[in-house]
């Protein structure tokens, strides 16, 4: 298996520009989760799926963000307008029953 | 205050030392505790964990739980410079069987071990 993949590995934009990232879950796991990485805050859980449906927003941070899972395979990711905070690795993890985790290799994000 | 508090670091040790990694917590829900490595510029991977109190051992690895001071460690023996990561220990609440709930992890501890 290819494991958890993610695009762009690098995204650099201006800000109030729109971004999409993007995930593909490992076949057979039904529960997707959006992680954002920061050294000032380190992993934050931001929104997980289960089964395609979305179970807890709650770490999303601001309505700028938002998540949408509309099948087993895909996930995004989407900031729009974008803004120098952003900027962080994003990560999105993959997992059968909400077992263990399987992280991708994440999206580096860089809003000037 | 932090769900899980986790001392960052950085710990730069020699190698074969016997490192240790530690974390607190607050949420005496937690029963499932995780330890997550992360290399450089790589996504974190578990690298082991334990249900509920007491000890679980892998290799040269050891994880260890203390629920009554909500005290979280992670030992590694016979250290090698392939250990040099970011450990992140990752608590997290039953969701019935098998399943766990949504991980809270710590800021993460960097590790050098030079050879």
């Known amino acids: 298996d290819a494991g958890v993949i993610q695009s762009p590995r690098h995204e650099v934009t201006e800000m109030g520009q729109e971004v999409t990232l993007r995930c593909k879950p490992i076949?057979?796991?039904?529960?997707l989760f959006w992680y954002r990485q920061t050294m000032m805050r380190g992993l934050e859980l931001l929104i997980y799926?289960?089964?395609?449906?979305?179970?807890?927003d709650s770490g999303m941070p601001e309505d700028r963000f938002s998540a949408k899972m509309p099948n087993a395979s895909f996930s995004t990711l989407k900031i729009q307008p974008s803004e120098p905070r952003d900027s962080a690795v994003y990560f999105c993890?993959?997992?059968?029953?909400?077992?263990?985790?399987?992280f991708g290799p994440g999206t580096r994000l860089t809003v000037t | 205050q932090k769900e899980v508090e986790q001392d960052p670091g950085p710990l730069s040790v020699p190698e074969g030392a016997i490192v240790s990694l530690n974390c607190t917590y607050s949420?005496?829900?937690?029963?499932?505790f995780m330890w997550y490595r992360q290399y450089s510029r790589k996504g974190p991977e578990l690298l082991m964990y334990?249900?509920?109190?007491g000890n679980k051992e892998d290799g040269r690895f050891t994880a260890q739980v203390d629920k009554s001071s909500k005290y979280i460690s992670l030992f590694i023996r016979d250290s090698q410079p392939s250990d040099s990561a970011t450990y992140l220990c990752?608590?997290?609440?039953?969701?019935?069987?098998?399943?766990?709930?949504?991980?809270?992890f710590g800021q993460g501890t960097i590790l050098t071990v030079h050879p």
């Open positions: 993890a993959s997992s059968y029953l909400r077992g263990e985790q399987y």
């Open positions: 076949s057979g796991h039904n529960s």
């Open positions: 799926f289960n089964n395609n449906v979305p179970i807890d």
């Open positions: 949420n005496s829900a937690f029963q499932y």
């Open positions: 334990t249900y509920s109190s």
């Open positions: 990752a608590p997290a609440t039953n969701a019935g069987g098998t399943s766990y709930g949504k991980l809270t």
